[in-house]
Nanobody
Framework: QVQLVESGGGLVQTGGSLRLSCAAS????????MGWYRQAPAKQRELVAT????????NYADAVKGRFTISIDNAKNMAYLQMNSLKAEDTAVYYC??????????????WGQGTQVTVSS
């Protein structure tokens, strides 16, 4: 199985930056895609960004395009989400996920515990 541990969340002011990290361990050979998702209070979880295992086909939600960058470092078994120009609307719990498919991450794939990002106005 795969275990994911997230770090890097915290409190930041509007316009600031944060870098989230996700460390993968276990049977990482089963991973074919990585993603970041977020969930704000009283809202459903939503896609932020996805990328394939080899770093191809990065995909972003419209709300974060041009501000967030997803990346992976296979040598270190790490995934990252660089978040710039943060807005109050970005406040949420951010989850790292690893998918067995190249195209989709499912609920029964692998998920981290989440890390809180709070952006103050």
């Amino acid at each position: 199985q795969v275990q994911l541990v997230e770090s890097g969340g915290g409190l930041v002011q509007t316009g600031g930056s944060l870098r989230l990290s996700c460390a993968a361990s276990g049977s990482t050979f089963s991973i074919n895609s990585m993603g970041w998702y977020r969930q704000a209070p009283a809202k459903q979880r939503e896609l932020v960004a996805t990328i394939t295992r080899r770093g191809g086909s990065p995909n972003y939600a419209d709300a974060v395009k041009g501000r967030f960058t997803i990346s992976i470092d296979n040598a270190k078994n790490m995934a990252y989400l660089q978040m710039n120009s943060l807005k109050a609307e970005d406040t949420a719990v951010y989850y790292c996920a690893a998918g067995r498919s190249l195209f989709r991450i499912y609920d029964d794939d692998y998920w981290g515990q989440g890390t809180q990002v709070t952006v103050s106005s």
